[in-house]
Every structure is written in structure tokens, then in C-alpha cells.
């Protein structure tokens, strides 16, 4: 009876998430974004928020392509990728974030925090390289993923499908200013077959 049940839920065509749709997964997504991001960056905790967002925009990106893109869902998407592209900049630059505001704000160590042997390390060499692997690989990811909504509609360019939707500029700005600050890879174009 075992085997059978097994069989009949493994070939089940019902979602086994709790996160069904592309709102909820970023709703979810969202918040450990922000509980990440807050970590500060002095060590030994640099390193530790920098693993932590590496692992949380590698499961999204992934994630992501997974549920059906539509015009409703998108420019969530695109704003969620947005916030993600500010938080790895305030990683980059070693800053504070600031939940107020969005942004990262500088850190400022006094001179008495110094000399106890306060600091915040630089993200890797190793980590920078990991950082635009993941970005380049998942925009290529992101196009592909837009382009099933173009064959389910009207057969309409993934181009023109985003200037339809006043996205078109946020698609081509995705991780721009990462990408900036990582040695200006911005604008790659990353061709699809």
C-alpha cells in the first residue's frame, strides 16, 4: 500500500509548497532579505553576511524561474531583484544597512573600537567573482524564464513584452549597480539560443 501511495503523490500534479505563487515566494523571500542584510558588517560577522546573501540570491534566482511568469507578477520580481542588487552593493562597500531608508549607510569604527581590534573585511576576491558568476549566469536564466511567457501569450518579443509593461528599463538596469562596482560588467548582453 506504501509503494502505491508513494508512487500516486510522486506523480501528483499538485504544488508541494507552501509558497505557490511568485507573490508569496518573494513576500518570504523579502523578509529574510531584510533579517540578512541587517547583520553588521564587522568581523567576525562580515563574512558570515556575505555567505548568507550569496546562499539566499542563489536559491532565488533559482527559485525564481520556477513559477509561471505573467505580467501581474513581474515588476515584483523586478522590484525584489532591485532590492537585491542594493543590499549586495551595501555588502560590497563594507555599509550599514538601513532599514529606514533602503540603502547602506557608510560604518564608521572610532578610533577606541579600532584599537580593540574592531574591523570589517572586505568581501573576497574569491566571494566578488562568485557575485558576478551568479548575476551574469542568472540574468541569461531571467531572459529564458521571460521568454516562456512570450510563447504562452502572442507570440509578442521579450522586448517588446517589457516596454508593453514600462519594464523594460528595470529588466536592462538588473544588478547594474553591482555589476558597477564589481568592474563594469554592466550592460553584458548574454545571448540566448
Known amino acids: 500500500m506504501f509503494h502505491l501511495t508513494f508512487y500516486a503523490n510522486f506523480f501528483s500534479s499538485e504544488p508541494t509548497t507552501h509558497l505557490p ?24 560577522s562580515t563574512s558570515l553576511r556575505t555567505a548568507y546573501l550569496l546562499r539566499l540570491s542563489n536559491d532565488t534566482l533559482s527559485s525564481i524561474t ?12 523586478l522590484d525584489w ?11 560590497l562597500q563594507a555599509q550599514v544597512w538601513d532599514p ?12 577606541a573600537d579600532a ?45 517588446s513584452m517589457l516596454q508593453r509593461l514600462g519594464l523594460q528599463a528595470d529588466f536592462d538596469d538588473l544588478f547594474s549597480r553591482t555589476l558597477d562596482f564589481l568592474g563594469g560588467l554592466n550592460g553584458i548582453v548574454v545571448e540566448t539560443a
Not at 81 to 91: H, I, R, Y
Open 21 to 44: 505563487t511568485l507573490h508569496d515566494y518573494l513576500g518570504s523571500s523579502r523578509q529574510i532579505l531584510s533579517l540578512i542584510i541587517q547583520i553588521p558588517p564587522i568581523d567576525p
Open 66 to 77: 520556477g513559477y509561471p511568469p505573467d505580467s501581474e507578477s513581474l515588476p515584483e520580481a
Open 81 to 91: 531583484l532591485d532590492d537585491l542588487d542594493q543590499a549586495w552593493l551595501a555588502v
Open 100 to 111: 529606514a531608508t533602503g540603502t547602506g549607510v557608510d560604518l564608521y569604527i572610532d578610533a
Open 115 to 159: 584599537s580593540r581590534g574592531m574591523k570589517s573585511s572586505p568581501v573576497s576576491q574569491t566571494e566578488r567573482t562568485r557575485i558576478r558568476s551568479l548575476i551574469v549566469g542568472s540574468s541569461s536564466n531571467l531572459e529564458e524564464w521571460l521568454e516562456t511567457q512570450r510563447e504562452r501569450e502572442d507570440n509578442e518579443g521579450v522586448e
